[in-house]
């Protein structure tokens, strides 16, 4: 994977856990389709298994190890790739 531009802490992925929770129920959010759908709650679960490691809970601010991180960051690729199939924003047109 490549270099991030932020360090990913505990503290960072409570504030995207968060803020995609209010996104997706509060305000409305992006229409799942059943494709996207299991991308993004399988992305959600291995965010949370992040958010209740114990260690990482009493190290809020340190970064967390990249390969740690790297299964959360894979399904968040899944579901990009899902999004872009469903909104078509991947087709590649002549005109």
Do not use: F, G, Q
């Given at each position: 994977m490549g270099g991030r531009a932020k360090a990913v802490?505990?503290?960072?992925l409570t504030s995207v856990s968060d803020k995609t929770r209010e996104?997706?129920?509060?305000?409305g959010g992006l229409y799942l389709t059943a494709a996207s759908r299991?991308?993004?709650f399988s992305w959600k679960k291995a965010m949370q298994a992040l958010l209740d490691?114990?260690?990482l809970q009493r190290?809020?601010?340190r970064p967390i190890p990249?390969?740690?991180v790297d299964h959360m960051v894979r399904t968040l690729s899944e579901l990009h790739?899902?999004?872009?199939?469903?909104?078509d924003t991947r087709r590649k047109t002549l005109f």
């Open positions: 802490t505990h503290e960072v996104w997706y129920y509060a305000e299991k991308p993004y490691d114990p260690d190290h809020r601010d990249p390969e740690a790739a899902s999004l872009s199939e469903d909104l």
